[in-house]
Nanobody, 132 residues
Framework: QVQLVESGGGLVQAGGSLRLSCAAS????????MGWFRQAPGKEREFVAA????????YYADSGKGRFTIFKDNVKITVYLQMNSLTPEDTAVYYC?????????????????????????WGQGTQVTVSS
């Protein structure tokens, strides 16, 4: 079993920055990727960004391209989400997730890792609130 613990959420003014962290613990993590999703009140959970663990391939939702950066620390088994130029539309609970399986043959990583169903483990979420 893998446990994911997020941190780094909080309240920030529009235009500000936050860095979220997600530390994986438990059995040795040998999964294929870790990702970030978010869910705003009254909305569906949506993909934000993902990174494959071995190759370091990066995937971003259009909403975060140019503003968000996902990166990892293999030693600490931690994935980060650096968020810049935040807007009130970024207000949501942000969830970290870990996927055990690689994208099946023929499935682009950009599609596979954007699906919440591709992930096996989830963190408890951290609130990000951006004030205008």
């Amino acid at each position: 079993q893998v446990q994911l613990v997020e941190s780094g959420g909080g309240l920030v003014q529009a235009g500000g920055s936050l860095r979220l962290s997600c530390a994986a613990s438990g059995r040795t993590f040998s999964g294929s990727a870790m990702g970030w999703f978010r869910q705003a009140p009254g909305k569906e959970r949506e993909f934000v960004a993902a990174i494959t663990w071995s190759g370091g391939n990066l995937y971003y939702a259009d909403s975060g391209k140019g503003r968000f950066t996902i990166f990892k620390d293999n030693v600490k088994i931690t994935v980060y989400l650096q968020m810049n130029s935040l807007t009130p539309e970024d207000t949501a609970v942000y969830y970290c997730a870990a996927a055990d399986q690689r994208a099946p043959y023929g499935y682009p990583g950009s599609y596979y890792y954007a699906q919440s169903t591709s992930y096996d483990y989830w963190g408890q979420g951290t609130q990000v609130t951006v004030s205008s």
